[in-house]
């Protein structure tokens, strides 16, 4: 009979390692199933929690432990997920990688906790999150985020961010980011699906210094990432930082797409701005990146352009100049 084994190290399947089905770790691995699971279980395979929250009350902070979410499973939160443990692995099992759509999701509906300022928070080192679709529809005034990001070395691989709410608000954005060193690959954050309403900035990753105190932006990389926005005010944006040192040293965004719905009934002045001259750190725009339904890529001093540009060649072609 096939059976999984797991425990310490690199799970098998009858025997042969995993490699590529979970992240290979010297820890523990614990399983969540929101539909079939329960907290009374031990967390196995075959006994999996049915709450995230649980899972992360047992992994040991700082051993790599990994939190695996399965299946096609929304995991709705009653409170903000605090990831305060570090080296804590948390993965959703959907049988592929997706850039949007994940089957494994993390929701957070309304709630009244003041504390509760976005569905989940990491303040942890060295926290990683793959293949995870976040979400919030709070509506609480101090829940305007969908994640906050104010650790240190995170990593989120193939995750979606979106915020439901909020729709009228200045300030509140799918990802608030005090985060250093964090790296996002593969992502998407946003909606094309939602109007914004009015002439806010509500942008899809919010830069503002110290909304986790005495966090910052710092070494930031999105690499491959998408941004998208159903625009209805050319005051709406995709990045925004809010004061002169809400980045420290660099924030990179590397080959990623800034995207105004063809639906939307306004044009963004910039897709990445600011309301300050940035004087502790640049914001790089590099390789393959583009705006698309945008007047400008940007135009804040502390914003640089590394894409090349191009002119008329012959035939069909571009080249570079």
């Not at 523990?28 to 075959?46: H, I, L, Q, R």
């Not at 995870?132 to 995750?159: H, P, R």
């Not at 135009?299 to 352009?305: D, K, M």
Request: with cysteine.
């Amino acid at each position: 009979m096939s059976k999984y084994s797991f425990g310490k190290g690199l799970p098998t399947w009858n025997g042969v390692p995993m490699v590529g089905a979970f992240p290979v770790t010297e820890g523990d691995y614990f399983f969540v199933d929101a539909g079939a699971g329960s907290d009374g279980n031990k967390g196995t395979y075959d006994r999996p929690f049915a709450t995230v929250q649980k899972a992360l009350d047992t992994v040991t902070t700082n051993n790599n432990d990994v939190i695996c979410l399965m299946g096609s499973d929304e995991h709705v939160l009653t409170a903000m997920l605090d990831v305060s443990k570090s080296r804590v692995h948390f993965v959703g099992l959907d049988g592929t990688s997706r850039r949007y759509g994940q089957g494994s999701r993390i929701s957070i509906g309304v709630t009244t906790a003041v504390t509760d300022i976005a569905a989940v928070q990491n303040t942890g080192v060295r926290n990683t999150f793959t293949n995870i679709k976040f979400s919030s529809g709070n509506t609480l005034t101090e829940g305007l985020y969908t994640v906050m990001e104010a650790g240190e070395y995170a990593v989120y691989q193939n995750c979606e961010f979106f915020l439901s709410s909020q729709l009228t608000v200045t300030g509140a954005a799918e990802l608030a980011c005090n985060g250093d060193s964090a790296q996002f690959r593969g992502c998407t954050v946003g909606s094309s699906a939602i109007d914004l309403v009015g002439a806010i900035v509500r942008p899809c990753v919010m830069l503002t210094k110290a909304l986790v105190a005495g966090k910052v932006s710092r070494d930031v990389t999105f690499d491959d990432c998408q941004f998208w926005r159903k625009a209805t005010n050319s005051a709406n944006a995709f990045v925004w930082a809010t004061t002169a040192t809400d980045v420290e040293r660099k924030f990179e965004l590397k080959d990623c797409l800034f995207y105004a719905d063809a639906k939307s009934t306004a044009t963004p002045a910039v897709a990445v701005g600011g309301a300050a001259t940035l004087t502790d750190g640049q914001i790089v725009v590099s390789g393959n990146s583009a705006e698309i339904g945008c007047t400008a890529l940007a135009t804040l001093v502390g914003v640089f352009s590394a894409l090349p540009t191009y002119a008329a060649g012959g035939g069909s072609g571009i080249q570079a100049t």
